[in-house]
Nanobody, 125 residues
């Protein structure tokens, strides 16, 4: 079964850090662009950024400088390192994989063909 599974979410105080993992099973991530998204209650799912198969990452302006996307193809895993977390970062975080051609820095949301089920991140004191 082809799937992505996120982990690493939880409750953290403002200013703290978390590292999310996205593990692929049933397929190899090394040829995919991996995207990270988040969805807060009552809001649309928004892109956090992506990492291309050759390792270059791009980020949305809302998190640039605080979050870092990386990948370890030997572990079939992508990561989202989140530092200096703020209450407004509270959301369910999803990873997604893209295997088709796209234009721009990151695929559009509907250009990802595999999605994880998400992991909850809550930033609160």
């Amino acid at each position: 079964q082809l799937q992505l599974v996120e982990s690493g979410g939880g409750l953290v105080q403002p200013g703290g850090s978390l590292r999310l993992s996205c593990v692929a099973s049933g397929f190899f991530l090394d040829s995919y662009t991996i995207g990270w998204f988040r969805q807060a209650p009552g809001k649309e799912r928004e892109g956090v950024g992506c990492i291309k198969h050759y390792g270059i990452s791009y980020y949305s302006n809302s998190i640039k400088g605080r979050f870092t996307i990386s990948r370890d193809n030997s572990k079939n895993t992508a990561y989202l390192q989140m530092d200096s977390l703020k209450p407004e970062d509270t959301a369910v975080y999803y990873c997604a994989a893209n295997s088709v051609a796209f234009s721009g820095q990151c695929p559009r949301r509907n250009e990802y063909n595999k999605w994880g089920r998400g992991t909850q991140v809550t930033v609160s004191s």
